[in-house]
């Protein structure tokens, strides 16, 4: 439908207003096409008639209805314009006090000037693992998604935040450095983390000052790129700045500040550490007090100071540093309070007495007459002097004022540096997330050089952004399968040209500042010469001093003055000398840097064509804006290579008032952020979006039944638009959404709402008529019963009489018994019926009950066959699957190899040509220079002579070798005497040591594996050091290589000497010419010079890398003895076999005094070597004396050309001269020559000496084999020993068992003998008992003889019927039986099978087959049972050994499965009963009272195990909050899905539209959909568990309580933090799902246990949604109703509502501070969020039990036939 129909009655628009930028007016009449009037209605009452052009029509935006506007997503508005988004952010600020909104990929964020609950760390981890969207718009919401891609794509972030001065920028980029050191804790002892965090009082101090916008505003940008590991967590951290204000150091605005830090260590002047810089009050300093006020309202400078030096103590800079800094601040001050006068005639001076400037040099430890100097006077260098000017008042303030900005800068940089420094820490960067925290676009009344830097840094960043823009919305319509097409932008391409362009803005700025007249006017005027034809670029009319530039958000005005100055940032060097020779070192440090780094900058350098003439007072410094410029420049290509993140902070107001609205200011700052140019774009597209889904759902009202029948809703969804909107153009159909046009939406709204008030108009009719119709029916009855009994009483009246009465009363009883007969025949027939229905049914049930037994019967043995092949066929599917995976894998893993391989072997194949080619050239010069070696005849003499020394050496070093190895194998021999005799006085003495035969066992075996491992490390060391020298002859072989080309250059150098010596006699008859060739031959000589120094001190390195080579190989042989002889002492430290490895101890030291003798022979060659460069170095002498004499003719030949040139009879002197030269020439050429030859020389022998010491080493390797094979059959001997001694040990353990068992068998008669004792004392209480009943019944019979023969006989049977009582009771005195055995309820064990129980009964144990198999609580009681037995037994020890190993096991096995609820609630269960056991086995009376008679006599008769109760106590407290824990990990991800979002109540939606930020939620359209179902199985889940295993009831209600806090709890923090989801319509659904747990409950019998009451919060929040909001009674029915809500809760809800649809209403602002007043005495927490981790604290009440201890069986299933039954 065309546009211009939406235009009708009822409908609202937007009209611009001056007041208000736009207000809001209502349709009266409908506009039709070619209509010039818009009739409108305004809020106020007063009509309107608003023209229209008519062609076109350009009307007045619309507004979007009421159910869109204070959306989280101004996309999701179906009228995008400017009024739109306005209208939606102050609705949002002002009524729901939200401050954040997204905008697309933008979050805008308005500025409270209020504190707000919204940063804590609850908050924190609410939104952390949350998607983007699925919450409300936060800055912690930028920071997760920041957080997450990083993790998802392994790809680097950036959140850029920008904004004007007090936007809200800083704080926004500190929450965010919050954000990821909260989620990203590594728990590391450097608290990275905690560092980065304190970086930020640190740069506030220093970079912040109060403004009149801002009390906290950042003077400089900030780049902070916070990096991650490989695990994403934090491990440093690196800053970049960028245009620091150092224009505010020496000057401020009325009723600002200078930065920080100043005024803090003013307000600290009177303690001891600031004593000495003698600071006074912020107001009495020049640099201070400029803005009047110095003091900022709530804020503290003293405190400020000590947390400033905190967190420099926590980066760790130490006092000495802070103390320096504190110096310079101090200096600074000082130095603006130096008074400079005006002494006329343009000069200036300083008086001798200031005390300030005194100070100030003391502080930085100048001179003050060189500074007084250079401060009031100026050197100029001219061509032929030097002038020293005088400089006037002003220009000296300024050099003064120049001086302090320096130094502050340099300052910054150095604390901003060692921030840096500190905050890196070792380890690899994997990632990065980058904060950006820079200045906004910015307009004042003047704009100097700053704001024209920051407008051009913005406008770069404007372009990034809108590059960005149209890259996601190409991405998302590629993954719909939607055409792209090219959408209209503002490309600001051009401004940036106009700036940075060659013969732009700064390229000619800087072109004037290389001129030293450059004015501001002058350039100026080549702007307006260069750039008046740019449309960009405007000429003032009305000023000369000023040019406009129309940048992407509005024009500006620049005043051209100061800019010169700016840029240059110049300060004379007569000061910065002054100040680089200072006493104090780290000042000094900043100018001695300056100068060193005053060329490296980074970036491109251009060569001049010619060299520029430049003052000596001067350096080649880049300009400002050029660096701005590379810096910038980095900065956005480092954030190209992230992936951006943006923030835009607005201010609503300048008057700094909370929650205040400026329409004004907010449309111009939304203007300059790219907020509205990305809201024109997205409505130039298909800015709405839904899935089928919710389309579906929201609009299925609009559907035919047709349309409703069908089973596709995508084809539903499709077929319903096409009827509603004829023109496709207006939508899109992707894969999976619905893409709207701006306006559409709006127009199903309008739809939907006009179906729906149409159904409530039509169930309206029907109620009405029906409740009319009720009434009615309800009068007719009434007046049909009147009319009833009148008439009735009138016939009464008329027929009554005796004989009617009689007549009545005889009908009446005929009638009685007529009817009674007729129902008695009725009765019995129907009887009958029913019996004989009985009877069939009851058969028909039975039969068919059978069926249903035999049916189910045969169904369980089908499931059992068919799960088995359906289990096999899966798990032949998964190996199948596993098998091709891991195939393909190690096929990629074999392709990678051969493809590595391949280039590895081509690499290879290439360097081998070379060496080739290069061995070639070499053997050519080699075989050409033989001719030369007959000079070197001698010395090859020489080393002839000292390689056969060498040798001799060698041999005699062999022999001696092989002497003492023949020794040592004497020596062997004799210590195998010794040892035999030693073993033999072992055996006498074998009864003492027989109880240390197991630890000795394990040492030999231990020194055997030692001794193996010592020789073949040996043997890996000796290959080592082989390997090593082969290098080293590679790498001499490469400097032989090197010289021989060094030797190729000189010899070149010679020939361009001689060709130069060509061209001098060709040109000789010119003595013009001939001067330039002198000159030229000397520039030549010179540079033969240094070369010559570099060939002689590139040959003193080599030399020098040689013999530290040499003396490194040394010092790693003596480690390598050395650590061959710790391995030796290791290997042989046993005492009894002592005297056996003494002769290998011998063998050890003569290899380490061997090695020692052969370090001494290679300090020989090092002094030899030293010698040689002794040597080289007098050649060089020579060589320079010769070069010296050069010289020397060369000044001569100079002389002797002046000389003929006066006498004009140069020529034939000249060529004598010139053969001179060709004589030296080749002097020169034959010194090279020799020393090249030397070289070579020297190169052979180092070769012929590593050749030598090869086959030493190879010697020595044979020598060492040889040793090696001695030791070996050491080794062997000593195996044979051993296995003797393994003998006499199993002899030994033999006859140890035999001991153990006789023990045993003695503990076990003794225990039936105490039995038998027991069973004896029992058998005499009964005799004694018998006893005691014959001599009761003597005397009976005595009495009854007295009474006759009746009683007599009574007696008797009496008497018969004890006697067979008593032997049916004790069948031992009938019968000689074996005696019962009866057990104690206690269990043995020996000590060492302690870990076998451990093992077996805890480690072990699988609590399925426990639970299902046995008793649950089954470890428990054996525990007990044995902790009984140790009682029994009294020993202290072996119960202390229990009782740990018991603690130890249960701790180590679950930790080692945190997320197993089947063991944790089985161990929980099981140390619950033990803690029981403990408790009802003490003997303490307070537990005997619940116990059985046996009970307590089986109690704990030695040892007190309190101490071991608390113990166990508290292990059972922690294994209670690992499984409350697990059981929280395992519910979390279901809790929001199910009880918040999933819609419980058919037919109830609350979907409304949404806009598209959700990006992390796009990939995981697959995920698991959570139902409030799925949490009730959960919970069932948990407690059969529970019960599975035995858990108390108490425990399992602590339990419950504790899962149901942690749904209610997460499921109200999410609430509080989800507008989307605060509707009447989720309050419905939420206090259903309640319901649902209440019914489970209910199920479990937990109804009566008040656990339900942990919901009642969330129950609240549902309550508050549904009830009514608008009324005082309203107000106070919630005040009275929310008791467990707090106040800021309640609030937060308030403002959250949202309706759904029309027929809701907004909460109004006032009837929340109703409910505000009418709350302010409630006490409570001020919080939002509640945890949901808060933990209730858990008891456990005793329970005794009545569990028979000796009637316990033990399964052989645990594997404990160890254990034995007492």
């Known amino acids: 439908m ?89 609705l949002r ?35 952390s693992g949350q998607n983007m969207g699925d919450m409300d718009p936060h800055i912690f919401a930028v920071a997760e998604e920041a957080y997450k891609q990083m993790a998802r794509d392994h790809k680097n972030q950036s959140i850029i935040i920008s904004g004007e001065s007090g936007a809200g920028k800083t704080v926004s980029a500190r929450y965010a450095m919050r954000y990821f050191a909260v989620v990203s804790k590594s728990g590391s002892k450097t608290q990275i983390e905690d560092k980065v ?86 107001d009495e300093f020049h640099y201070t007090g400029m803005g009047g006020n110095i003091i900022i309202e709530g804020v503290d400078d003293r405190k400020g100071m000590e947390e400033t030096q905190q967190t420099f103590s926590l980066l760790g800079l130490k006092e000495d540093f802070q103390s320096d800094v504190f110096k310079v601040l101090a200096a600074i001050l000082h130095l603006g309070n130096v008074e400079i006068k005006s002494s006329g005639d343009d000069r200036s001076s300083i008086s001798n007495g200031d005390s300030h400037l005194k100070i100030f040099c003391e502080l930085l430890g100048v001179r003050a007459d060189n500074l007084m100097q250079w401060l009031c006077n100026r050197r100029l260098v001219l061509a032929s002097e030097t002038v020293v000017k005088p400089l006037p008042k002003d220009r000296a303030v300024t050099s003064r004022d120049a001086l302090a900005k320096r130094i502050y800068a340099h300052l910054f940089d150095c604390i901003i540096n060692r921030i840096n420094k500190a905050l890196q820490v070792p380890g690899k960067q994997h990632a990065f997330i980058g904060v950006l925290d820079i200045y906004g676009f910015e307009t004042f009344d003047i704009n100097s050089f700053e704001q024209f830097c920051i407008n051009y840094a913005n406008e770069k960043l404007q372009q990034q952004f809108n590059l960005h823009v149209f890259k996601l919305e190409q991405e998302e319509y590629m993954k719909e399968d939607i055409p792209w097409t090219l959408i209209d932008f503002y490309d600001n391409q051009p401004v940036i040209d106009l700036i940075e362009a060659k013969m732009g803005i700064l390229d000619l700025l800087d072109e004037e500042c290389l001129f030293p007249q450059g004015s501001d006017q002058s350039w100026l005027q080549k702007l307006y010469n260069y750039l008046d034809s740019n449309p960009l670029f405007e000429r003032p009319k009305l000023s000369n001093e000023m040019f406009v530039i129309q940048h992407f958000a509005d024009k500006v005005e620049y005043q051209c003055k100061g800019f010169l100055e700016k840029n240059r940032d110049a300060l004379y060097e007569e000061l910065i000398e002054v100040l680089r020779v200072s006493k104090f070192a780290f000042l000094a440090k900043f100018f001695q840097e300056e100068g060193q780094s005053g060329l490296n900058i980074k970036g491109i350098r251009v060569m001049p064509a010619r060299p520029s003439v430049m003052s000596a007072n001067k350096q080649l410094r880049t300009s400002v804006g050029k660096k701005f410029h590379s810096s910038l420049a980095l900065l956005m290509d480092t954030l190209n290579a992230t992936t951006p993140h943006y923030v835009r902070c607005i201010k609503p107001n300048d008057e700094k008032l909370p929650f205040e609205y400026d329409s004004g200011r907010v449309v111009q700052q939304l203007r300059a952020c790219g907020v509205l140019e990305t809201i024109r774009i997205s409505a130039q597209s298909y800015p709405s979006r839904w899935t089928y889904f919710e389309f579906y759902n929201r609009y299925s009202v609009l559907m035919t039944n047709v349309e ?51 159904a409530c108009i039509t169930i309206q009719k029907y109620v009405r008529g029906w409740i009319q119709r009720r009434k009615y029916l309800r009068l007719r009855r009434a007046a049909i019963l009147i009319q009833h009994y009148i008439r009735g009483k009138r016939t009464v009246r008329k027929a009554v009489s005796a004989t009617n009465l009689k007549q009545g009363w005889s009908a009446v009883v005929i009638q009685r018994y007529w009817r009674g007969f007729r129902i008695m025949k009725a009765y019995q027939t129907v009887r009958l019926a029913i019996i004989t229905i009985q009877a069939f049914t009851r058969g028909w049930l039975a039969r068919k009950s059978y069926a249903k037994l035999v049916e189910a019967r045969k169904a369980l043995v089908l499931q059992k066959y068919a799960r088995a092949w359906l289990a096999r066929r899966r798990f032949n599917a998964i190996r199948r699957l596993v098998h091709q995976v891991q195939l393909s894998f190690r096929v990629e893993q074999l392709r990678k190899k051969n493809e590595e391989q391949s280039k590895e072997n081509r690499g290879l194949v290439e360097r081998l040509t070379s060496l080739a080619s290069s061995h070639s050239q070499a053997m050519e010069k080699l075989q050409a220079m033989e001719i030369q070696l007959g000079k070197s005849a001698n010395q090859k003499a020489s080393l002839a002579a000292r390689e056969k020394k060498a040798q001799q050496d060698a041999s005699l070093k062999m022999t001696a070798l092989q002497s003492e190895v023949d020794g040592l194998i004497i020596e062997k021999q004799a210590r195998e005497t010794m040892f035999e005799a030693s073993t033999k006085e072992q055996k006498e003495k074998f009864d003492q040591i027989k109880i240390n035969l197991l630890e000795e066992k394990e040492t030999q075996a231990r020194l055997r594996k030692m001794a193996e491992n010592n020789l073949e490390m040996q043997r890996r060391d000796h290959e080592k050091e082989l390997g090593v020298l082969r290098e080293e002859i590679r790498k001499l072989k490469d400097e032989r290589a090197a010289l021989q080309m060094k030797m190729e250059d000189g010899d070149q150098m010679t020939i361009d000497l001689q060709d130069q010596v060509a061209q001098l006699t060709k040109h000789v008859k010119v003595i013009p010419e001939l001067r330039k060739d002198i000159a030229n031959l000397q520039s030549q000589k010179n540079n033969s010079d240094r070369k010559m120094k570099q060939q002689s001190e590139e040959a003193r390195a080599k030399l020098r890398e040689i013999s530290r080579l040499l003396a490194g190989s040394i010092v790693e042989e003596d480690v390598l003895s050395g650590l061959t002889e710790d391995y030796s002492e290791k290997a042989y430290e046993a005492e009894d076999l002592l005297a056996a490895f003494s002769g290998l101890e011998k063998v050890t030291r003569t290899l380490e005094n061997h090695r020692k003798e052969q370090k001494e022979s290679y300090d020989s060659q090092i002094e030899g070597l030293k010698l040689k460069v002794d040597y080289l170095q007098n050649e060089y002498s020579s060589l320079q004396t010769l070069f010296t004499e050069k010289n020397n003719i060369n000044e001569n030949i100079r002389q002797e050309v002046s000389r003929l040139s006066r006498e004009n009879s140069v020529i034939p002197e000249l060529k004598v001269q010139i053969s001179e030269l060709l004589k030296q020439k080749n002097e020169h050429e034959i010194l090279i020559e020799n020393l090249r030859k030397e070289l070579e020389e020297k190169a052979d022998e180092m070769k012929n000496t590593f050749e030598k010491r090869i086959e030493e080493e190879s010697s020595k390797r044979r020598h060492l084999e040889e040793q090696a094979e001695v030791l070996d059959e050491v080794k062997l001997d000593l195996q044979g020993q051993i296995k003797d001694l393994e003998e006499e040990k199993d002899l030994l353990s033999r006859q140890l068992q035999m001991e153990r068992d006789a023990k045993i068998r003695l503990r076990l008669e003794a225990t039936q003998l105490s039995s038998k004792n027991l ?82 009964l805890i480690l072990d144990l699988k609590p399925k087959g426990v639970a299902v198999n046995m008793i649950p609580v089954l470890p428990a009681y054996i525990l007990f049972m044995c902790v009984r037995h140790v009682d029994y037994l009294s020993d202290e020890d072996k119960l202390r050994s229990l009782m740990n190993g018991i603690i130890t096991a249960v701790k180590k096995i679950t930790t080692n499965h945190p997320n197993d609820l089947a063991l944790l609630s089985f161990w929980l269960s099981n140390m619950y009963q033990l803690l029981n056991c403990l408790k009802q086995y003490s003997g303490e009376e307070e537990f005997r009272k619940q116990s059985t008679a046996r009970q307590v006599n089986n109690c704990l008769q030695n040892f007190d195990l309190s101490d071991h109760q608390q113990v166990v106590s508290d292990l059972a407290i922690c294994i209670y909050h690992q499984f409350i824990a697990a059981m929280e990990r395992s519910l979390t991800p279901a809790i929001v899905p199910g009880m918040l979002e999933h819609e419980s109540l058919q037919g109830i939606s609350s979907m409304k539209p949404r806009g598209f930020i959700k990006r992390s939620s796009d990939d995981n359209e697959d995920m698991e959909t959570y139902t409030i179902s799925f949490i009730t199985q959960r919970l069932s889940h948990f407690y059969n568990n529970m019960m599975q295993h035995g858990t108390e009831t108490h425990l399992i209600k602590q339990v419950v309580k504790q899962l149901l806090f942690h749904i209610g709890a997460t499921t109200l923090n999410n609430l509080l933090l989800r507008k989307d989801m605060c509707s009447c319509r989720k309050g419905m659904q939420i206090r259903c799902n309640i319901s649902y747990l209440e019914e489970w409950l209910q199920e479990k019998e937990l109804q009566n246990c008040h656990l339900i009451d942990t919901l009642k919060p969330l129950a609240e929040a549902a309550w508050l949604l549904q009830v009514s909001k608008s009324t005082d009674d309203d107000a106070k029915a919630i005040t009275k109703k929310c008791i467990e809500l707090n106040t800021v809760q309640i609030v937060k809800i308030l403002n959250s509502y949202t309706p759904i649809d029309g027929f809701e209403k907004r909460v109004a602002s006032s009837f929340v501070r109703k409910v505000q007043s009418l709350r302010q005495d409630h006490d409570g927490s001020a919080q939002l969020m509640i945890d949901p981790h808060y933990r209730f604290p858990v008891t456990f009440p005793f329970y005794a039990s009545s569990q028979a201890l000796e009637l316990l069986q033990i399964p052989n299933s645990l594997h404990l036939e160890f254990l034995t039954m007492i």
């Open 708 to 758: 409703a029948g069908i089973n596709d809703k995508t084809q539903t969804c499709k077929s319903l638009l096409q009827r509603l909107i004829q023109d496709s153009n207006q939508y899109k159909f992707g894969r999976t959404k619905i893409f709207l046009r701006a306006g559409q939406v709006a127009y199903l709204e309008k739809l939907r709402l006009d179906q729906l008030r149409g």
């Open 1319 to 1400: 069973d004896l004392q029992e058998q005499l209480d009964d005799n004694e008992r018998i006893i005691k009943q014959l001599q009761n019944q003597m005397i009976s019979l005595e009495t009854a003889q007295k009474g006759g023969k009746k009683s007599i006989f009574q007696v008797q049977c009496r008497m018969n019927n004890e006697c067979q009582s008593f032997i049916v009771c004790h069948p031992a005195q009938k019968m000689m039986s074996p005696l019962p055995k009866h057990y104690l309820g206690m269990l043995e064990y020996n000590r060492e099978d302690e870990s076998r129980l451990i093992k077996n």
């Open 2 to 90: 065309a546009l211009f129909q939406l235009y009708t009655r009822y409908n609202r628009v937007w009209i611009p207003d001056a007041e208000h930028v736009w207000k809001s007016a209502e349709i009266v009449r409908d506009f039709h096409f070619g209509d010039h009037i818009l009739h409108l209605l305004l809020e106020d009452g007063t009509e309107l008639k608003y023209p229209v052009d008519s062609s076109p029509p350009e009307l007045p935006p619309l507004r979007n209805p009421d159910i869109l506007v204070g959306e989280n997503d101004l996309t999701a508005l179906s009228y995008l314009h400017e009024p739109a988004v306005l209208h939606n952010l102050k």
């Open 197 to 282: 965090l304190a970086s930020n009082p640190i740069t506030e101090a220093i970079g912040n000052a109060k403004t009149i916008r801002n009390d906290n505003s950042s003077r400089f940008g900030k780049f902070t790129e916070i990096s991650f590991d490989n695990r994403y967590r934090i491990i440093g951290a690196n800053m970049r700045t960028y245009l620091l204000e150092k224009s505010r150091v020496v000057f401020q605005a009325e009723s600002e500040r200078n930065y920080h830090i100043f005024y803090q260590i003013c307000a600290c002047a009177h303690l001891p550490q600031f004593k000495e810089l003698k600071l006074r009050s912020a």
């Open 93 to 127: 600020f002002l009524e729901s006090r939200i401050i954040y909104t997204y905008c697309g990929i933008i979050l805008v964020a308005l500025n409270p000037y209020k504190q707000l609950h919204v940063y804590g760390d609850a908050i924190i981890h609410a939104y």
